[in-house]
Each structure stands twice: as structure tokens, then as C-alpha cells.
């Protein structure tokens, strides 16, 4: 089982802490862009052996069962070394989504060479295996119009922030320069205890 990567802040997210890393080089954001919303959620990844956590050894959480349920019925269809990762979206955190398409929305998928799939390979393969994706806020060549299309389409109180990364195919070794997030200030507004509760909050569901 491999880590999800750290994704890098933008030099201007407001929501970086003193542990985050920023990435002050966008000159690899050349070319096509796409922006998708930063779901308020938890990072997991599904691959055909097993479904995990962003720390893989992290069991999985009561919150997480219905991902782990339509991970047990799409994970035949996931080729051998590949990685679907996706934001679980049935515990409501701090943003209480009233809409969304399902409990587990595709966001990137990894080949057997740890390469990040284009955004269109993306697009396929969630389609192929009949998984919902996050929200594509913007798709284009301008980097000053990607950064501007959250603002544009979603406010500070109902939404998380936004990833910014290349449309094509990434290298690990050059994810953390063509895949960047911008995150509002003071993005958790929950409390930790929630986590140790059997009553925690709900989404909503399309």
C-alpha cells in the first residue's frame, strides 16, 4: 500500500499552517490547468486489495463504512497496481453539503508506474468504474483565471478551497509542483470529538 502524497499550498493560501508545505515555483502550471473543488472530507484510497486511509495502516473509521461497502463492490474492476483516491463524504465536517452525488468522489487515480492519470484518463476510469468525481470549477490555459474560478463559483462558509494541478499525466516526482491546493483560513471549524462519537452528523445526498 502506498501514502497519498502531500499536497503543497499555494504561496497564498490563507489555510497553510506552520507544518504545511508551499510550493513559491508555479512555473510548472504551464499549459492546460483544472481546478476541482477541495472537498471538505477523507482522503482514501481504493485499489483492488484493499481500501485505506491516507495513513494506510489507520484501520478503517465508522465514518468510512459506506465507502468501504461500494469500495468492496467496484474494487474487481481496479486494474492490478492501480490507486483510486477519492474524499469519503458521508460524516459531515466542517462544511455541511446538502447535494452531494455520493459518499465517495474520485479526485485522482495512479497508475502501476506512479503516475497521476490525465485528467481526461481521470474522467474515463471514474466513469469505467461508476464512481462519482469532485466539482471541476475551471479547465483552461490561464493560471490567473484558475486561481479566480473558486471565488467566482463558491464562498469561504460553504466550501473548503480549491486544487489547482496540470491536465496531463504527473509523475510522483513531480507532483508537488503540478498539484497545488489553496485552502480559506481556518478551514477545520469542528470539534476534534467528534471522531469519538457514534452520533456524528451526516451529509446530504443528491
Known amino acids: 500500500m502506498v501514502k497519498y502524497p502531500r499536497t503543497f499550498h499555494l504561496p497564498d493560501?490563507?489555510?497553510?499552517?506552520?507544518?504545511?508545505?508551499?510550493?513559491?515555483?508555479?512555473?510548472?502550471?504551464?499549459?492546460?490547468?483544472?481546478?476541482?473543488?477541495?472537498?471538505?472530507?477523507?482522503n482514501l484510497t481504493f485499489t483492488r486489495d484493499?481500501?485505506?486511509a491516507r495513513s494506510v495502516d489507520s484501520g478503517t473509521?465508522?465514518?468510512?463504512?459506506?465507502?468501504?461497502?461500494?469500495?468492496?463492490?467496484?474494487?474487481?474492476?481496479?486494474?492490478?497496481g492501480w490507486r483510486v483516491c477519492g474524499e469519503s463524504m458521508w460524516a459531515r465536517r466542517s462544511v455541511a453539503y446538502t447535494d452531494l452525488p455520493g459518499v465517495f468522489?474520485?479526485?485522482?487515480?495512479?497508475?502501476?508506474?506512479?503516475?497521476?492519470?490525465?485528467?481526461?484518463?481521470?474522467?474515463?476510469?471514474?466513469?469505467?468504474?461508476?464512481?462519482?468525481?469532485?466539482?471541476?470549477l475551471y479547465r483552461?490555459?490561464?493560471?490567473?483565471?484558475?486561481?479566480?474560478?473558486?471565488?467566482?463559483?463558491?464562498?469561504?462558509?460553504r466550501s473548503e478551497g480549491f486544487v489547482v494541478r496540470a491536465a496531463g499525466r504527473i509523475p510522483a516526482a513531480e507532483f508537488p509542483m503540478?498539484?497545488?491546493?489553496?485552502?480559506?483560513?481556518?478551514?477545520?471549524?469542528?470539534e476534534a470529538a467528534w471522531r469519538h462519537r457514534d452520533d456524528f452528523a451526516v451529509n446530504e445526498f443528491a
Open 13 to 42: 493560501s490563507p489555510g497553510a499552517s506552520a507544518d504545511d508545505r508551499i510550493q513559491p515555483d508555479l512555473s510548472w502550471l504551464d499549459g492546460e490547468l483544472v481546478v476541482t473543488e477541495k472537498m471538505d472530507g477523507g
Open 50 to 52: 484493499a481500501m485505506h
Open 61 to 80: 473509521h465508522p465514518w468510512d463504512r459506506p465507502a468501504k461497502a461500494l469500495w468492496a463492490m467496484t474494487s474487481w474492476k481496479i486494474p492490478d
Open 105 to 136: 468522489l474520485v479526485f485522482g487515480i495512479w497508475d502501476e508506474t506512479d503516475t497521476l492519470l490525465g485528467w481526461d484518463d481521470t474522467v474515463d476510469w471514474a466513469r469505467r468504474l461508476e464512481l462519482p468525481m469532485v466539482p471541476v
Open 140 to 157: 483552461g490555459g490561464s493560471l490567473s483565471e484558475a486561481r479566480a474560478a473558486w471565488a467566482a463559483q463558491r464562498s469561504a462558509d
Open 178 to 190: 503540478k498539484l497545488l491546493k489553496w485552502v480559506r483560513a481556518d478551514h477545520v471549524r469542528t
